[in-house]
C-alpha cells in the first residue's frame, strides 16, 4: 500500500510538473492578438529615416512596414478591428521588451545577427547598411584611422559598438570610445564638441544630418565597417506568427508597394524639415527584393 501511494504521489507531481510548465508557455502572438484585439509596435525615437517622432508622432520607413503588415494581419486572425498600441524602445530595452513579450513587433533599425537571434526571431530583411562617421567638414577626419587620440561617439546596445571596439583592438587604437542612450543624444556630443565624431549605421547618420540644425556643417565620411541587414524583431519560437509577417513583407516586395515606401522616405522630401535623403537602394537590398532572405549578418559584424 505504501508503495503504492509513493508511485501515485510521484506520478501526481509530474503530472502537476507538466501542467505548470504548459501554463507557462507564452500564448502564440496571432492568438494573443485575436483575442484581445491588440498588437502592440515599438518604435524609435530619432531613427530617421527608419522610426522616429515627427510633432510627437511616431514615423518613418519601419513604421509603415509594421503598419501594413498589420492591415494584413486583421484578416489572418478575422479582426479587421485590430488597435494598434504603440511604444517607445531604446537600443537597450528592445531585445528584453520583445523576449517578454511586451512588443510583437519592434518597428526600428535593429541589425539582424546570429547573437541576437539567441534571444529573439527576425523577419525578412529589409535594409542593408555599414558603420561610418559623422564629423563636421571642418575636422579634417576622414576615417577611422584620423580618430587616433581623439573621441567617438556611438549608441550604447548596437552592434556599432561592439564592431568599433574591435577595431580599436585589432589596430591599437587609443580612442576614447563615448555611448550614448539614442542616436540624437550620440550627435549631440559631436554637435558640442565633446566628441570629435559619432559613428553609427550610415544610413542612420545621412538621417541626422538632414535634421541637424546646420546640415551644410556635416559629413558622412569613412568606408563602411561592415555590411549588416536590418529586420524586424519578433518573439522566437513563434513560427506561425513569423510565417504571417514574412509573407505580408514579400508580398509588399512582390506588389511594388515596398519599392514605393522607399522611394517616399528615401528619395523624396521627409518630415520635419522635407529633405530628401537621396540614398539609391543598395545592391544588397536589390538582390532580397528576390531572395527573400533573413540571412544574419556575417559573424565578423557581430
Known amino acids: ?39 502592440n ?3 524609435r ?27 494584413t494581419l486583421k ?58 562617421l559623422m564629423v563636421k567638414k571642418t575636422s579634417n577626419i576622414n576615417s577611422l584611422a584620423d ?31 563615448l555611448t550614448s542612450k539614442d542616436h540624437a543624444d550620440g550627435a549631440l556630443l559631436a554637435e558640442l564638441g565633446r566628441a570629435d565624431a559619432y559613428a553609427m549605421d550610415d544610413i542612420l547618420l545621412y538621417g541626422l544630418v538632414a535634421n541637424a540644425k546646420n546640415p551644410a556643417e556635416w559629413a558622412v565620411v569613412g568606408e563602411p565597417l561592415q555590411v549588416e541587414p536590418y529586420a524586424i524583431m519578433l518573439r522566437k519560437n513563434d513560427p506561425e506568427f513569423k510565417k504571417a509577417v514574412d509573407d505580408a513583407l514579400i508580398a509588399m516586395m512582390k506588389s511594388g508597394e515596398f519599392q514605393k515606401l522607399y522611394a517616399k522616405w528615401f528619395q523624396q522630401p521627409i518630415p520635419p524639415r522635407n529633405i530628401a535623403l537621396n540614398v539609391p537602394m543598395s545592391a ?14 556575417a559573424p565578423a559584424a557581430q
Not at 522616429?52 to 509603415?64: C, Q
Open 147 to 177: 580618430l587616433k587620440g581623439k573621441k567617438l561617439a556611438t549608441t550604447t546596445g548596437t552592434t556599432n559598438l561592439q564592431v568599433l571596439r574591435k577595431y580599436m583592438k585589432d589596430h591599437n587604437q587609443d580612442t576614447e570610445l
Open 1 to 39: 500500500m505504501f508503495r503504492w501511494t509513493r508511485a501515485a504521489a510521484a506520478a501526481t507531481m509530474l503530472c502537476a510538473s507538466a501542467l505548470a510548465a504548459h501554463a507557462q508557455q507564452p500564448q502564440p502572438t496571432l492568438a494573443k492578438i485575436a483575442q484581445t484585439g491588440t498588437i
Open 75 to 132: 484578416a489572418k486572425v478575422n479582426r479587421p478591428d485590430l488597435k494598434i498600441e504603440r511604444m517607445a524602445v531604446t537600443s537597450q530595452n528592445r531585445i528584453p521588451l520583445v523576449v517578454n513579450g511586451t512588443v510583437d513587433l519592434e518597428c526600428g533599425s535593429t541589425t539582424n545577427n546570429s547573437a541576437r537571434r539567441e534571444q529573439v526571431e527576425f523577419a525578412v530583411n529589409y535594409f542593408y547598411t555599414g558603420t561610418r
Open 41 to 43: 509596435l515599438s518604435y
Open 45 to 71: 525615437e530619432s531613427s530617421v529615416p527608419f522610426s522616429y517622432l515627427s510633432d510627437a508622432k511616431p514615423v518613418g520607413f519601419s513604421v509603415e512596414i509594421c503598419d501594413r503588415i498589420v492591415d
Open 284 to 297: 544588397e537590398l536589390k538582390q532580397n527584393l528576390k531572395d527573400f532572405s533573413d540571412r544574419p549578418a
